[in-house]
């Protein structure tokens, strides 16, 4: 039941910039978009996350549309360590009133020399 | 200091027999949560605890699955009579909260189970 859509793999030369697209199209509006990857045989890690404005931190950018339906997560140096599958998340209400994040099966990102 | 660690890393059981997961949470993260992946494939919630209390249960597959937390701290999640559809990795993670509108969620390096 994710509320988002990723393409299921991409791949990137090292050095270059990679793009990972991500639909969102339910979101509500007052719910923020997350991006978490996961390394092979790793728990996922958290990448960033944003509500409306564009975010920048040290492992990467978020561009998110002004009508929030989609977001753009972006490694502007891609290395062969970033090598893993991208998660674009959004919150599911679940009882108790709290909101669990939901994961889909994420894109595969490759990075080749 | 650390950040959520689960236990046993692996486990190999036979079918039929039952088994018990660890997770311990980072410490005054009072929600934590229990995921499942299978091979190739994304993380299935299972089942998230508030404090002690777990307010939604609809995530877990069957009755052979259950889960329990104390002291707002460890976790433990016990499958029943194994099944080999039950192999996966079992991901726990803690965050500050589960409700508000942010909280970032920290996972453990899973438990890999794998029913002969």
Same mark, same amino acid.
């Given at each position: 039941d994710a509320k988002t859509t990723q393409p299921p793999s991409m791949d990137c030369a090292e050095g270059r910039a990679a793009n990972l697209p991500c639909n969102h199209s339910t979101i509500s509006g007052n719910e923020y978009v997350y991006w978490y990857r996961q390394i092979h045989s790793? /728990? #996922?890690? %958290?990448?960033?996350?944003?509500?409306?404005?564009?975010?920048?931190? +040290?492992?990467?950018?978020?561009?998110?549309? +002004?009508?929030?339906?989609s977001s753009t997560l972006i490694l502007p140096h891609a290395t062969l360590r970033d090598t893993a599958v991208y998660y674009c998340i959004v919150r599911v209400p679940r009882g108790g009133g709290s909101y669990i994040p939901t994961f889909g099966r994420g894109t595969s990102l490759i990075v080749h020399p | 200091g650390a950040g959520v660690s689960q236990s #046993?890393?692996?486990k190999v059981t036979e079918k /039929?027999?039952?088994? +018990?997961?660890?997770?311990? #949470?980072?410490?005054?993260?009072?929600a934590l949560y229990w995921?499942?992946?299978?091979?190739?494939?994304?993380?299935?919630?299972?089942? %998230?605890?508030q404090g002690n209390s777990a307010p939604d249960k609809s995530g877990l597959p069957s009755d052979r699955f259950s889960a329990e937390r104390t002291g707002e701290s460890v976790s433990t999640l016990t499958i029943q009579r194994t099944q080999q559809e039950d192999s996966a990795v079992y991901l726990c993670a803690s965050s500050l909260g589960a409700s508000g509108l942010y909280n970032e969620q920290f996972f453990g390096p899973g438990t890999r189970l794998t029913v002969l």
């Open positions: 790793q /728990g #996922p890690q %958290y990448i960033i996350h944003g509500l409306k404005n564009n975010e920048t931190n +040290e492992m990467a950018s978020l561009i998110i549309t +002004e009508d929030r339906k | #046993p890393s692996n /039929g027999k039952d088994v +018990e997961l660890r997770c311990d #949470p980072i410490s005054g993260h009072t995921y499942r992946q299978r091979l190739g494939q994304g993380l299935e919630f299972l089942i %998230y605890f």
